[in-house]
Nanobody, 117 residues
């Protein structure tokens, strides 16, 4: 069983930066981890993911070049550095663990990101 707790969300002006953290308890060994987001009235959107070894990272088209995902396996924590934030980045951001190809079985409770224009 894995439990995930996100933190770091908040209110930021457009163009600003935020760093989200996701602390995992339980076994995440060998699992990829990722971030998703969901804005009101919209579908959940893939943001970024990172392999266990941090050798592979993937990003949604809307955040490429602005966001960076990293992980610290010793701390069982994954981070999402968000730069050049835009109002359309506002959403609840969720951390998740991928236990199999496309199987995101564990989710955090989410952290709100608000971007003012």
């Amino acid at each position: 069983q894995v439990q995930l707790v996100e933190s770091g969300g908040g209110l930021v002006q457009a163009g600003g930066s935020l760093r989200l953290s996701c602390a995992a308890s339980g076994r995440t060994y060998k699992y990829a981890m990722g971030w998703f987001r969901q804005a009101p009235g919209k579908e959940r959107e893939f943001v970024a993911s990172i392999s266990w070894s941090s050798g592979s990272t993937y990003y949604g088209n809307s955040v490429k070049g602005r966001f960076a995902i990293t992980r610290d396996n010793a701390k069982n924590t994954v981070y999402l550095q968000m730069n050049s934030l835009k109002p359309e980045d506002a959403a609840v951001y969720y951390c998740a663990v991928e236990v199999g190809a496309g199987r995101w079985d564990y989710w955090g409770q989410g952290t709100q990101v608000t971007v003012s224009s």
